[in-house]
């Protein structure tokens, strides 16, 4: 019996198009995921695991949708070949119920390891070479320098730290947290 497995990484994600691939190949039953990869609980996954019997083929879209890495994927495949279930992706034509599928296997998932390996130096590249040159990452701070000013001011003349903080649109820890960092 062929078993489909489907993953997305984030709710606003749509499992369409991995499910209608699982159909046309034939899965008679289908488990999802709607969790990043690098997550270790995955219960669609655990659930298709647990409904494989001797014979059966677990069947994916991609390689990437069952896992992140090289050694977790071998791992994964060897126990079920341990349990004498085969493994399928479709659009990596992986099939290791032949001794060519088990070698392909083994080389994409090296593959799409690197892959990724490389994606994370490339990025981890470009906000080293922006900080370099200054640019820092994430939001803007809502209390900058003259907003602090005159949220001092604004204390020193009477108000109390809720009233500051509604004028500025602020809540009071964001106040608080500023007049902090003028302290240090």
């Known amino acids: 019996m062929l078993v489909g497995y489907a993953r997305v990484s984030t709710e606003d994600q749509k ?53 992140r890495t090289v050694k977790g994927l071998i791992e994964l495949v060897d126990e079920l070949h341990s349990r004498n279930v085969q493994f399928r992706s479709l659009t990596d034509s992986i099939d290791t119920s032949t001794s060519a599928g088990k070698f392909f296997f083994h080389v994409m998932a090296a ?39 005159s949220a001092q001011h604004l204390i020193s003349s009477g108000m109390t730290p809720k009233e500051v903080a509604d004028s500025l649109g602020v809540s009071r820890a964001t106040l608080y947290r500023g007049l902090s960092s003028l302290r240090r």
Do not use: I, N
């Not at 289908?30 to 677990?58: C, I, M, N, Q």
């Not at 799409?112 to 990025?123: I, K, Q």
């Open 111 to 149: 593959m799409a390891e690197m892959e990724r390996d490389l994606v994370r130096e490339r990025t981890s590249a470009g906000l080293a070479a922006a900080r370099a040159r200054g640019r820092m990452g994430g939001r803007k701070p809502k209390m900058d320098s003259p907003r602090l000013k």
């Open 15 to 67: 499992l369409d198009l991995q499910l209608d691939a699982l159909k046309s190949a034939g899965c008679v039953k289908l488990f999802s995921d709607h969790v990043s990869g690098a997550s270790k609980l995955k219960v669609g996954l655990e659930e298709a695991l647990a409904y494989l019997r001797p014979g059966d083929t677990l069947v994916v879209w991609k390689l990437d949708r069952l896992g």
